[in-house]
């Protein structure tokens, strides 16, 4: 089992900035990649972000190329979403997630955290 704790969301006006970060525990030595997810009032949960965990390859929603970065620290088994001029339509709740290298398939997610952006 790995389990999933983010934190860092909050508000924000829009053309700020936030990091987001989540921390996994647990069997982390079966970590395949991680990712990021968000979803907003009356929306369906859509894709941010992933990062492979070995050699970190990225890649992102097309509509939120260079605006967010993610990233990871192995060592500490987290990843980071950095979030750049943010804009009210990016207010949602953020969740983290997980693949293993068993399934490779969305089995683990967080609690999420609320960002909003106020304009």
């Known amino acids: 089992q790995v389990q999933l704790v983010e934190s860092g969301g909050g508000l924000v006006q829009a053309g700020g900035s936030l990091r987001l970060s989540c921390a996994a525990s647990?069997?982390?030595?079966?970590?395949?990649?991680m990712g990021w997810f968000r979803q907003a009032p009356g929306k369906e949960r859509e894709f941010v972000a992933v990062i492979n965990w070995s050699g970190g390859i990225t890649s992102y929603a097309d509509s939120l190329k260079g605006r967010f970065t993610i990233s990871r620290d192995n060592a500490k088994n987290t990843v980071y979403l950095q979030m750049n001029s943010l804009k009210p339509e990016d207010t949602a709740v953020y969740y983290c997630?997980?693949?293993?290298?068993?399934?490779?398939?969305?089995?683990?997610w967080g609690q999420g955290t609320q960002v909003t952006v106020s304009s």
């Open positions: 647990g069997r982390t030595f079966s970590i395949y990649s």
């Open positions: 997630a997980l693949k293993t290298v068993v399934t490779r398939t969305w089995d683990y």
